[in-house]
């Protein structure tokens, strides 16, 4: 078989920066049995790049993570594989030309120094001491990150790959996969060189992942959501004066980008490389006529420089002496994008004991964590740091060619834009509508997608400001802040609706469904006729997810999670379940109203037929405006409220009764303030494998003296004797014009202390809220810290382990 070992227990196909590092990252983990399959030589990223960069900075914690753990490794990876390479240690300078863009600096510099990175924010006057040729007149300040740099990416690969051999694992080059099989639950990757029998198989194949996902239809795959960019950079000739000060100080010049034009500029020897992120971009392979070739190595695209005018000419401007050398190459090749921008990191959405690596627009940059953590995926089950960011399964049914063609432009052509909360991509939207969404459109809705559903955020008044311009802020206030305040009143008040497609619903049935799933959860299930919270942990004792449990019988259970688990949850349940009892996805089935507010009882003794008498977290079975539902007394808003869950034909006849009953509508930006002063914590901000269960404040769900030894109870007893390290806990934050944001850095006494999961503003209480993780001994009601806000440090205390809003809960109750 020409060298092709017939069996393996891990297969990598794919040879870039991210295969190798995972096989690298295996084999350190003591997997040496694996095999990575290649089709020519093994490179970093696509096989045009000429150089990588090591960015050490992005606002997505996940990925600042991989980051930084990869600056770390490759910093070390040639002495430690005995491989030389060229790594650059330039530093770089982001540049900014408004206030908004110093906020959003501010913010990384803090998110940095709880990383324990060393970014500084630079004053114009600053700038020239690090990059002596650049004009800043026009310019606000920057952003200088000391460890950024470039690598050989060649040296790189195969220094990973000489590492991956010395620890005893296999390369096998120009050996393509040329599909896979599964039989008796291992899977064969074929090969022309022979079969390889496999107990794991990863989708580590770049640009062509796509076409590689679509061998893993047959067992439960889909179209891996991605799509292929024209990038160009262009290759300048030596200049001079830049030789003579690199020499100098004996360094190159740090790596610029100028974000908010939207290139970078490094030098490359002595001269320099420009890489822009146009508007006007381009996607390939794209259309009918312009198929994807079954081998496109080491080719490039035909040049397409008009595009680039704008940009070249602002680089000329900015950077004057690059205009003293000519262009000797332009490069115009292949880099895949996610419709998010994101890489896909992790299981493989349906599919048993297979995973992707794969979609990186930043392939070295993010190579060695991504090797990390995927080692991690595959012999732990579970990594170190929270990776939803980059989780395949973020991405469900919606992600079609059209989706992911024009979403992967709309990053392409925005790659360094800041990410405002109030603002929404407006590329491909509406690809799930609920059935009221015309309704809830004509009532003012402005819409935000959740896992591809429209759900109003707010609801907007004639003469209000709806310009994508007026969302470009960090503050809270815009045409949203007066629209927000008056929803959340008329909950506090009377009683609003708000339509929520696309709740994740999971139906559970069987003889012994009750006694699996209390071996899943940290808690206990609720009685026949009622409805809990169910916490998901996973051997660590971390919060894996939450489910709201709704018991129909003694073995008959609705489970329902957030709209973006859909994949995730029904992958973890569809995984574990136990022989012999029934999984029914049924979240396309059914849409949900929440109507809450003191004024609900009456509402619905005016248009429905149900037991209102019956307490907080039961269910029923009813009839609201005459359409059979189901109403669960249970409201994220902390009224008294109830989820009407009815089969969509069935919804907009009920929509259109409740909003005549006077019910006013509100939307999801309310729905989170009004949560926040109840301290309900929200799925991968406040609930992430970041945090234990313990951490999280979630003790009252843990029932340790339970026969069922559900994951994570020996980790969690283990935690609870010795104490966790930090604990939830509730601020309120003498916050000035904006409110904290995820990952906001904690202080106290000078001291870094913790961090924010969640923040905004109570408007039933008229303050700004908080919620995070804090140093255990500093989790006590009344503990004064600071919270820093995009680089301000406002005044905030502790509050006591309760709701800040009916403590008592007592209008939940009512």
Not at 358 to 374: D, E, H, M, N, P
Not at 501 to 518: I, N, T, Y
Request: glycine share 12%.
């Amino acid at each position: 078989m020409s060298g092709i070992p017939s069996t393996a227990r891990v297969v990598i196909i794919g040879g870039g920066v991210v295969g190798v590092s995972s096989l690298f990252h295996l084999a350190k983990a003591g997997w040496t049995d694996c095999v990575l399959l290649e089709k020519n030589e093994l490179t970093a990223g696509s096989t045009w790049h000429a150089a990588g960069n090591v960015p050490t900075f992005s606002t997505s914690w996940s990925l600042m993570n991989m980051q930084r753990y990869s600056t770390e490794l490759y910093r070390g990876l040639g002495a430690a594989v005995d491989y030389p390479m060229n790594y650059h240690v330039t530093g770089s300078i982001r540049l900014a030309h408004s206030n908004e863009r110093m906020q959003e600096f501010e913010r990384a510099k803090g998110m940095g120094r709880y990383q324990g990175m060393d970014l500084e924010v630079l004053g114009v006057d600053e700038i020239k001491g690090k990059y002596p040729f650049l004009e800043t007149h026009d310019l606000t300040g920057a952003l200088y990150d000391p460890a950024d740099g470039d690598i050989d990416p060649a040296q790189l690969t195969q220094a990973l790959a000489k590492g991956a051999r010395d620890m005893g694992a296999t390369i096998l080059r120009f050996t393509p996969a040329t599909g896979v099989s599964r039989q008796n639950g291992e899977w064969i990757v074929h090969t022309d060189k022979g079969d390889i029998r496999c107990e794991y198989v990863v989708n580590a194949a770049g640009y062509y992942a796509q076409r590689v996902g679509e061998w893993f239809k047959p067992y439960g795959g889909r179209t891996v959501p991605m799509m292929v960019m024209s990038h160009q950079y262009l290759l300048f000739e030596e200049v001079d004066v830049v030789k003579e000060w690199s020499q100098g100080v004996g360094h190159k010049l740090p790596l610029l980008r100028d974000v908010d034009t939207s290139y970078y500029l490094r030098q490359e020897k002595n001269g320099f490389n420009l890489g822009p992120y146009e508007r006007n971009c381009r996607a390939h392979w794209a259309t009918p006529g312009d198929p994807m070739p079954d081998d496109f190595s080491f080719q490039l695209y035909p040049d397409d420089l008009d595009r680039l005018e704008f940009y070249i000419e602002d680089a000329l401007a900015r950077v004057p002496v690059l205009g003293e050398a000519g262009v000797s190459k332009v490069i115009n090749g292949p880099i895949p994008y996610a419709p998010d921008g994101n890489p896909l990191i992790g299981p493989m959405p349906g599919v048993p004991n297979a995973f992707e690596a794969c979609v990186f627009t930043f392939g070295i940059a993010q190579g060695g964590g991504a090797g990390k953590v995927l080692a991690e995926w595959i012999t732990e089950g579970c990594t170190e740091w929270d990776m939803w960011s980059c989780d395949p399964r973020r991405f469900t049914d919606y992600t079609d060619h059209e989706y992911c063609v024009e979403k992967g432009k709309e990053v392409y052509g925005h790659e360094y834009a800041m990410h405002f909360p109030w603002h929404r991509w407006p590329a491909a939207p509406d690809r799930k509508l609920s059935s009221v969404h015309d309704k809830v459109k004509s009532l003012g809705g402005q819409f935000g997608a959740y896992n591809g559903w429209e759900r109003a955020n707010w609801f907007a008044q004639p003469g209000d400001d709806l310009s994508e311009e007026s969302t470009q802020t960090w503050n809270r206030s815009g045409p949203w802040e007066p629209r927000i305040r008056e929803e959340c009143e008329a909950v506090r008040d009377g009683v609003g609706v708000l339509n929520l497609p696309g709740f994740s619903r999971f139906d559970l049935s069987g003889q012994g469904a009750a006694e699996w799933l209390r071996g899943m959860i940290s808690g206990v299930l609720p009685k026949v006729g009622r409805m809990n919270l169910g916490y998901f942990p996973d051997k660590r004792g971390r919060i894996l997810t939450e489910m709201s449990i709704l018991r129909h019988g003694d073995d008959d259970f609705t489970l329902i999670t957030a709209a973006t688990a859909q994949w995730h949850d029904g992958d973890h349940l569809r995984r574990n379940l136990r022989s012999g009892l029934t999984l029914t996805d049924r979240t396309v089935e059914y849409d949900t109203l929440i109507v809450t507010g003191p004024k609900s009882r009456d509402l619905f003794a005016a248009i429905g037929a149900a037991d209102l008498s019956l307490p907080w977290l039961s269910i029923q079975s009813g009839t609201v405006a005459g359409r059979p539902a189901m109403l669960a007394r249970v409201s994220f808003a902390g009224e008294l409220g109830w989820e009407v869950h009815a089969r969509v034909a069935d919804m907009p006849v009920i929509y259109d009764a409740v909003l005549g009953a006077g019910a006013k509508p509100f939307g999801m930006w309310a729905l989170n303030s009004l949560r926040l002063e109840k301290g309900y914590r929200a799925w991968k901000g406040d609930l992430s494998t970041d945090y234990s269960l313990l951490e999280g404040g979630l003790d009252r769900f843990i029932k340790f003296d339970k026969p069922q030894e559900f994951p994570g109870k020996a980790a969690l007893l283990a935690e609870r004797q010795r104490g966790p390290k930090k604990r939830f806990v509730t601020l309120v934050v003498d916050a000035g014009a904006a409110d904290a944001p995820y990952m906001s850095t904690l202080w106290h006494d000078g001291e870094v202390v913790g961090e924010t999961t969640s923040g905004g503003w109570g408007y039933r209480v008229g303050k700004s809220i908080a919620l995070g993780m804090l140093r255990t001994d500093l989790a006590v009601a009344g503990t004064r810290v600071e919270v820093e806000i995009y680089g301000e440090r406002y005044a905030a205390v502790v509050q006591e382990d309760c709701p800040i809003w009916d403590p008592e809960n007592a209008r939940l109750r009512a």
